[in-house]
Nanobody
Framework: QVQLVESGGGLVQPGGSLRLSCVAT????????MAWYRQSPDKQRETVAS???????IYDNAVRGRFTISRNNARNTVYLDMTDLKPDDTAVYYC??????????WGQGTQVTVSS
């Protein structure tokens, strides 16, 4: 079992920055693929960025160049650094863990609101 706890969301003005964190319990973090998703009320949940156990990253076109995903295996933590935030980035952001066995785990979500 893996439990994920996100933090770092909040209200920010357009052009601002936020750092999201996701702490995982359990011993499988270092071998798991980690990702951030987001969902707004009028859209389906979408992938924002993912990072492999070795640090390879993939970004959605909408955030490439503005967001950075990273991980600290010693702290069982994955981060999402978000810069130049736009109102369209407003959503609930979820952390997702995929283990080597293919099991999926989700956090409870953290709200990010970009508004002046």
């Amino acid at each position: 079992q893996v439990q994920l706890v996100e933090s770092g969301g909040g209200l920010v003005q357009p052009g601002g920055s936020l750092r999201l964190s996701c702490v995982a319990t359990g011993s499988s973090f270092s071998t798991s693929n980690m990702a951030w998703y987001r969902q707004s009320p009028d859209k389906q949940r979408e992938t924002v960025a993912s990072i492999s156990p070795t640090g390879a990253t993939i970004y959605d076109n909408a955030v490439r160049g503005r967001f950075t995903i990273s991980r600290n295996n010693a702290r069982n933590t994955v981060y999402l650094d978000m810069t130049d935030l736009k109102p369209d980035d407003t959503a609930v952001y979820y952390c997702r863990c995929r283990t080597t066995a293919g099991d999926l785990y989700w956090g409870q979500g953290t709200q990010v609101t970009v508004s002046s």
